[in-house]
């Protein structure tokens, strides 16, 4: 079946620093790929997506390349900010799963700080 | 994007009692919503997809009995808790997918925290 894996947080960075997430998955056929974030109090937003290897997904700064080779959507961003604090998940359609099912990964909580 | 409103965001209940759980899409009309559990430091789990109109599907290993869902409505899906035990306590979240098919996006509730006592 198909599976995500993230790192496991929380990650602390300051202001202005790089952001890298890491995200792997299995699953089998060509699966979509999506990044959500969850602010404090508030549900999951989709971040970004790719829908097929080598596409990058992009929004508010923040990028995530499809690696079919690899089998990974790593989350970055260049300069974070203390607004950007928040949950991130990680997670696929498609595969084995189907497209209406969502697989997550365990959800990385970053930390920024001024 | 489109708003899914789920409610209430925290809830304590004594061992035994009854939970229900809300969620509203506020302005599209969802035919499928789907519920989700979140235990501490692991992922979320489908727990079960929500059909207007007719019988949720669950997941493997996921009561039915425990977790009645109710999809009376295009815009209103309910998850009740049923004889609470700690246990149960965990992250619970939903989502759904415009009726009309105009895009791929789940859109999500801000999720329930549920403690049993």
Redo the contacts between chains.
């Keep these: 079946g198909n599976s ?1 894996t993230q790192m ?1 947080g929380p990650v602390t960075l300051s202001e202005e620093a790089f952001l890298t997430i890491n995200c792997t998955y299995t699953a089998t056929g060509y699966p ?1 790929l999506f990044w ?1 974030v ?1 602010y404090p ?6 971040l970004l ?1 790719a829908t097929k290897a080598d596409d990058k997904g992009s929004n508010k700064g923040f990028e995530a390349t499809y690696r079919k080779e690899t089998t990974s959507f790593h989350l970055e961003k260049g300069s974070v900010q203390v607004s950007d604090s928040a949950v991130y ?1 990680c997670a696929l ?1 498609g595969g084995s799963g189907g ?9 990385t909580k970053l930390q920024v700080i001024p | ?1 489109a708003v ?1 409103s ?1 409610h209430p ?1 925290r809830v304590i209940c004594k061992s035994g009692t009854s939970v229900k759980i809300e969620c509203r899409s506020l302005d599209f009309q969802a035919t ?1 919503m ?1 519920w ?1 559990r ?1 235990f501490p ?6 727990m079960a ?1 929500s059909n207007e109109g007719s019988k949720a599907t669950y997941e493997q290993g996921v009561e039915k009995d425990k977790f009645l869902i109710n999809h009376a409505s295009l815009t209103l899906s309910t998850l009740t808790v049923t004889s609470a035990h700690p246990e149960d306590s965990s992250f619970y ?1 939903c ?1 759904a ?1 415009d009726a009309r098919g105009v895009s ?8 329930t925290r549920l403690t049993v006592v």
Excluded: D, N, W
């Excluded at chain 1, 109090?41 to 989709?46: H, K, M």
């Excluded at chain 1, 497209?99 to 959800?107: E, L, P, R, S």
């Design positions: 995500v496991e979509s959500y969850q109090g508030e549900g999951l937003q989709l997506k998940f359609t497209y209406q099912k969502v697989t997550f990964g365990i959800g | 994007g899914v789920q965001s499928t789907f989700y979140q430091k692991q992922s979320l789990m489908l997809t979240i989502s997918r791929t996006e789940a859109f999500f509730g801000q999720g």
